[in-house]
């Protein structure tokens, strides 16, 4: 069985970075593409940004510049580097990854932007 395990959520200020991490665990196959969601309250979720195995990232427009996504393919883990925060960033962000049998998702780890 497939499982996603996020890590590295938290509180900081606006202006502040955070780190979160996902490590995939239990897929026979190779993750064709590993990336991040978020949804904040009252809100539909959305993209943030995804990685493929062999390519270039994809970011939503709104971080651009500000966060960076970057995967380990070998140990099946992906990263996002988030700096200059924002209050408007806060929302649960979940880990997902899609390989040859499905989509996955992680439980979610919340992250609260304070202004």
């Known amino acids: 069985q497939v499982s996603l395990v996020e890590s590295g959520g938290g509180l900081v200020q606006a202006g502040g970075s955070l780190r979160l991490s996902c490590a995939a665990s239990?897929?026979?196959?190779?993750?064709?593409?590993m990336g991040w969601y978020r949804q904040a309250p009252g809100k539909q979720r959305e993209l943030v940004a995804t990685?493929?195995?062999?390519?270039?990232?994809n970011y939503a427009d709104s971080v651009k510049g500000r966060f960076t996504i970057s995967r380990d393919n070998a140990a099946n883990t992906v990263d996002l580097q988030m700096n200059n925060l924002k209050p408007e960033d806060t929302a649960v962000y979940y880990c997902?990854?899609?390989?040859?049998?499905?989509?996955?998702w992680g439980r979610g780890t919340q992250v609260t932007v304070s202004s």
């Open positions: 239990g897929s026979r196959f190779s993750m064709n593409v």
């Open positions: 997902n990854a899609v390989n040859g049998l499905g989509q996955y």
């Open positions: 990685i493929i195995t062999h390519g270039s990232p």
